[in-house]
């Protein structure tokens, strides 16, 4: 089965500092990775996705991840964060469809990224 | 990017009541469509997959007499909270699948209070 464990509930972090938010996963197949940021009271938008390919995944909003498989991981980055980067951010994880179907997201717990000035 | 709308985004009902909330994909057909319901400061926590034209598949331990879904068209999915109570009170989150069948694209979410 699998599972996403995002290492840290909460990050406060200084406004232009860089930032990372860790993300692990256990999985006995290939995976397709994914960050999603939920602000206040909304849905979750699409920060970014791995699918296949280069390792180093660019998003918006200036994030960016890296798919390390050995280490199994994917952890999110910033070098220089804003006020406006305040929010939940989920790390989610689907395995690759065995027949063309669709596999079920795994969200990790979440973490809170609190950018003060 | 493609677009998934979520209406209401906020509904207060009393107990006893049933609340119908709709899942729209405003540019792309959606054969799979996904209900999630969210407690505070938690994660989501996937309720059932709607599929277009026939039964949607509910995880263990959802009620599927007390979360009706209907997914009628390509482009809209229904989730009826029936006879709704105080501990139904969550935030609900739709999302859809795009043709490809690797993203999912939220909708912004409902937020039930039953009083």
């Known amino acids: 089965a699998q599972s996403v464990t995002q290492l840290d509930s909460q990050v406060p972090v200084f406004e232009e500092a860089p930032v990372e938010l860790r993300c692990n996963y256990s999985?006995?197949?290939?995976?397709?990775l994914f960050w999603y940021v939920q602000y206040p009271n909304q849905g979750l938008q699409l920060l970014l996705k791995?699918?296949?390919?280069?390792?180093l995944v660019k998003g918006i909003n200036g994030f960016e991840a890296e798919f390390n498989k050995s280490q199994t991981s994917f952890h999110l980055r910033k070098p220089s964060v804003h006020i406006s980067d305040t929010a939940e951010y989920f790390c989610?994880?689907?395995?690759?469809?065995?027949?063309?179907?669709?596999?079920?997201?795994?969200f990790g717990a979440g973490t809170r990224l609190a950018v003060h000035p | 990017g493609a677009v998934v709308s979520q209406h209401p985004s906020w509904v207060i009902c009393k107990s006893g009541t049933s609340v119908k909330i709709e899942c729209r994909s405003l540019d792309f057909q959606a054969t799979t469509m996904f209900w999630y319901r969210q407690f505070p400061k938690q994660s989501l926590m996937l309720m059932a997959t709607s599929n277009e034209g026939s039964k949607a598949t509910y995880e263990q331990g959802v009620e599927k007499d007390k979360f009706l879904i209907n997914h009628a068209s390509l482009t809209l999915s229904t989730l009826t909270v029936t006879s709704a109570h105080p501990e139904d009170s969550s935030f609900y989150i739709c999302?859809?699948?795009?043709?490809?069948?690797?993203?999912?694209?939220f909708g912004a979410g409902t937020r039930l209070s039953v009083l």
């Open positions: 999985s006995s197949v290939s995976v397709y």
């Open positions: 999302s859809a699948i795009d043709r490809a069948g690797n993203i999912q694209y």
């Open positions: 791995y699918l296949s390919g280069s390792t």
């Open positions: 989610a994880v689907s395995d690759l469809a065995v027949s063309g179907g669709y596999n079920k997201l795994i």
